[in-house]
């Protein structure tokens, strides 16, 4: 009994931190970053904004938890995705609607993203290296690498690909995709689009079939062994 009593002071506290972060999500999402105060996310969140200080001391941290919450979705999805699937194509293909489905759920909350990106930290964008978003980058960016990394060890793809490259083309296509989506309110062929968008990464990075002879050499040699032929026939003759 005494355990559980110590308890119940901890699971308050994670549901209210819960509370005041889906609050601020909503807020975000429904009237942009710049333009939701704190006191407004501690009345959503039916707190006090004393109370809300005591959790998070700026919008910036809040925005802060909000992206490390996405991305410990998309990380846990990911574990998931690499330990249930061994095929290399089918990986691409499921990372790449996880990660569309984890940050377009709230769609008008992902446009909200996009523009908080260019506001919350700004020096963080002038030298992004050891800012919050690179870190929690780089945390995500091992899937992708992974599944490369395995594909190459098992042959299925060339041992020469530029990784880094690849990686930018991968989630490149994925946010502007993401976009696209949104904007056509076309996330009912998310699937095909995804496909479309992964078909043609994955056939550049397989192994180069070894390359025919041109067919015009092909048609002299076809026509050299005909002569040759039929000059042994005449001698005969």
């Known amino acids: 009994m005494a355990d559980a009593l110590e308890e119940r002071p901890l699971s308050r506290s994670a ?40 959790y998070f001391s700026s919008k910036n941290e809040l925005m802060r938890a909000i992206l490390e919450r996405i991305y410990e979705e998309l990380r846990d999805n990911a574990s998931v995705i690499l330990r249930e699937h061994l095929d290399s194509r089918t990986r691409l293909q499921l ?17 909200r993203m996009i523009q908080a990106y260019m506001n919350v930290d700004l020096a963080g964008y002038t ?18 690498d992974t599944t490369v990394q395995e594909a190459q060890r098992r042959g299925e793809v060339r041992d020469d690909l530029n990784l ?25 062929r998310m699937s095909e689009r995804v496909g479309s968008l992964v078909e043609p990464l994955w056939q ?8 025919e002879p041109d067919r015009l050499e092909q048609a002299c040699e076809r026509i050299e062994a005909a002569a040759r032929r039929l000059a042994k026939q005449a001698a005969k003759a």
């Open 15 to 54: 549901q209210r931190e819960a509370d005041i972060l889906e609050a601020a999500i909503h807020l975000f999402g429904e009237e942009g970053f710049q333009s939701v105060t704190t006191r407004k996310i501690a009345a959503r969140a039916g707190i006090s904004e004393g109370t809300l200080f005591n």
């Open 95 to 111: 990372l790449a609607e996880n990660h569309i489905e984890v940050m377009s759920r709230d769609n008008a909350l992902f446009m």
């Open 127 to 144: 030298s992004i290296r050891g800012s919050v978003l690179h870190k929690l980058n780089l945390s995500y960016a091992w899937v992708f």
């Open 164 to 188: 880094s490259a690849l990686r930018d083309l991968f989630f490149g296509g994925l946010e502007y995709l993401s976009r696209s989506l949104f904007l056509h309110e076309a996330f009912d």
């Open 204 to 211: 550049s990075m397989l192994p180069q079939a070894p390359a």
